[in-house]
């Protein structure tokens, strides 16, 4: 059984068919890249993943789960974890408080022991703080820990993003253009990074991006998409190569 | 500039930085311990009703600094609380038991009154809620038995183990009462902001998509908020309905919602700080006033600024002076000042800059 499972998932907007009968497996432990042309629909995958949008027909299932039964706040609870294209952190907290947010699907205390802050709370508290702390190691944030997210650079706020994700301890990790506006150590660092993730913490990544060095770099298989519908789907080499997608790219020679 | 290394998780967890903002805190405290001794009656009086208006803005600070969710309907339930008080105290009901019951029966009111609004965003959310504070007079009126209607209500003082605690009888036995309340209520909102729910309010306001992508369930952290924030508020009208020892429906209009959303933007929005400086100028603003018109009035002679409104008036050149040039309230600017002087001189303007990000995720809605 793969880890996630899309099965001839359609979704429209309108007249507008953003997925098309799309199907696909990502297996555990694999990074898994989507590519292609704006407007293609791969935020879209991630977002019928993270719940935000219903399919019209077809089915997602995750883990042996069926995602379509949950509801948004509760796919993280499952192990799927998200960054967004567009930056989407607190930004009127600092580094710290939003990892400790990743943290939340943990959370086993209630209101009213938060209020009068019981010692389980303590307790709790610290254990989060020892597991962000070593993401905070891993992806080299200490400098910027008590740092508030408005003040930070673009660079490092993508980083947190990632970082934030992998607090949550998912399964999946759904990397939405992770390197997208980085410079070229800035996206080297982030290959280590995804290439770390995989190997020391056993998460499989799933990620739509468009730097194709990138790509080709760390991903173990790669699905093609435009207009919604599946291209071309296999090692890097292969999709790089494939007809179909040259066409999509660079139009069709006359 | 001090630097605070931290060398274990308690010291990340505990709400002082170090011992010497600790010892700040503490000094703050004795002085206000020690106002019924430093103070007369009149101004002891005055610092309870600053104290009374800050619970009352910590309430709304829950919901509006911390949440993101504007509400120009927090007077609603400023009156629910007073009526629900004084009904249970008329009921029998000792005060000791009544008074929690009044800010938690709020509570309640405020969730069923978040049900409908959950859906609502910005604007549309405070068009809603100030439509509650308008209907809110009307209710109060029609519901006379409970009420007393137009005519309104009188109380006087209440019992708390068999101790008189009146606001004019007894001013320094209720400061007490009031100084309590506050002091509990400061304490667990700051262990709520440590806390996970504290942060998933934060992560609401500041990201919607984002925070559900977390975990966190969107609809329920609005609802427990606005629960929490009208059981506080709750607690402030009945204060405030004990302080002023008579109201009827026009008590509570929607001026005094408007001024308790002015009185946490002043203060500064999405912090605790914020309340209690916002309170100080609500709570002292009409005394300022009066005091300078006799000043002014024996400058230019007689009845020169005897103006009906001059206080809103002034207030909402306040108001316009601070979104204009200190968007961070008053808090933001006591926060500027001790940088420049901590980074002394090495403090630049550019440092509280708001950068600005024109790219945002789609909202989805």
């Not at chain 1, 507008?16 to 297996?27: I, K, R, Y």
């Not at chain 1, 090692?235 to 997608?245: G, L, T």
């Amino acid at each position: 059984m793969s880890l996630l499972e899309f099965e001839s998932v359609t979704l429209k907007f309108g007249g507008l068919t953003a997925v098309d009968n799309l199907s696909f497996e990502v297996e555990e432990g694999e990074v898994f890249a989507i590519v292609g042309p704006n407007g293609a629909g791969k935020s879209t995958v991630f977002n019928l993943i993270s719940r935000f949008y219903d399919p019209f027909a077809g089915s997602i299932r995750f883990d042996g789960h069926d995602l379509l039964r949950v509801k948004p706040s509760g796919v993280a609870s499952y192990g799927v974890a998200r960054t967004f294209q567009n930056i989407e952190l607190f930004e009127h907290a600092t580094v710290l408080q939003n990892l400790l947010v990743g943290r939340h699907r943990h959370r086993r205390t209630n209101l009213v022991s938060e209020i009068l802050f019981l010692p389980s709370v303590r307790q709790q508290e610290i254990k989060n703080r020892e597991k962000v702390e070593e993401i905070i190691d891993f992806l080299d944030l200490q400098a910027f820990r008590d740092k508030m997210i408005s003040g930070l650079p673009y660079g490092v706020r993508k980083v947190v993003e990632v970082a934030r994700a992998l607090a949550t301890d998912p399964k999946l990790l759904l990397l939405d253009e992770p390197a997208s506006g980085l410079s070229v150590e800035e996206t080297t660092d982030m290959r280590w990074w995804i290439d770390d993730i995989r190997k020391q913490m056993g998460i499989t990544v799933l990620m739509v991006e468009h730097d194709m060095g990138l790509v080709s770099g760390v991903s173990d298989r790669v699905l093609a998409m435009a207009d919604g519908a599946k291209l071309a789907l296999g090692p890097p080499e292969h999709v790089q190569s494939h007809p179909a997608v040259i066409e999509a790219y660079l139009g069709k020679a006359s | 500039m001090r630097f605070v290394f931290k060398t274990n998780y308690i010291q990340d967890i505990r709400p002082w930085k170090d011992g010497y903002q600790l010892s700040l805190y503490l000094f703050l405290l004795a002085l206000v311990f020690s106002a019924p001794w430093l103070l007369d009656d009149f101004f002891l009086g005055e610092l309870t009703n600053v104290l009374i208006w800050a619970i009352a803005g910590l309430g709304l600070m829950i919901l509006t600094g911390h949440t993101g969710q504007v509400s120009l309907g927090h007077a609603a339930f400023l009156a629910f609380g007073c009526y629900a008080n004084v009904a249970l105290i008329e009921a029998g009901v000792p005060f000791l038991l009544a008074f929690p019951l009044s800010g938690i029966l709020t509570g309640i009111a405020g969730v069923t009154v978040a049900i409908p609004a959950l859906r609502l965003h910005g604007i549309y959310l405070a068009i809603f809620t100030l439509a509650l504070s308008i209907l809110m007079d009307d209710i109060i009126v029609l519901a006379e038995p409970i009420t007393g209607g137009v005519t309104g209500k009188f109380v006087g003082g209440v019992e708390i183990f068999g101790k008189l605690v009146d606001r004019w009888a007894t001013p320094v036995e209720f400061f007490w009462l009031v100084l309590g309340v506050t002091l509990l209520v400061t304490i667990g909102y700051i262990n709520l902001l440590r806390a996970p729910l504290g942060r998933s309010f934060i992560a609401v306001r500041d990201s919607e998509v984002s925070a559900q992508a977390m975990g966190v369930d969107i609809a329920r952290t609005k609802m427990i908020s606005f629960a929490l924030s009208c059981s506080v508020t709750g607690w402030a009208g009945a204060l405030m309905g004990l302080y002023a020892g008579a109201f009827n429906n026009e008590t509570f209009s929607v001026l005094i919602s408007i001024q308790l959303l002015m009185m946490i933007v002043i203060g500064g929005l999405g912090s605790i700080h914020g309340a209690f400086l916002g309170a100080i100028v609500v709570g002292f603003l009409p005394q300022f006033l009066s005091i300078s018109k006799e000043y002014v009035g024996a400058i230019f002679g007689g009845n020169a600024v005897a103006i009906p409104g001059l206080e809103f008036g002034i207030f909402g050149m306040i108001l316009i002076a601070f979104i204009l040039f200190e968007p961070l309230g008053m808090y933001g600017r006591w926060l500027k000042i001790r940088t420049w002087f901590e980074l002394f001189p090495f403090y630049r303007k550019e440092m509280f800059k708001r950068q600005k990000s024109y790219l945002k995720t789609e909202r989805l809605r």
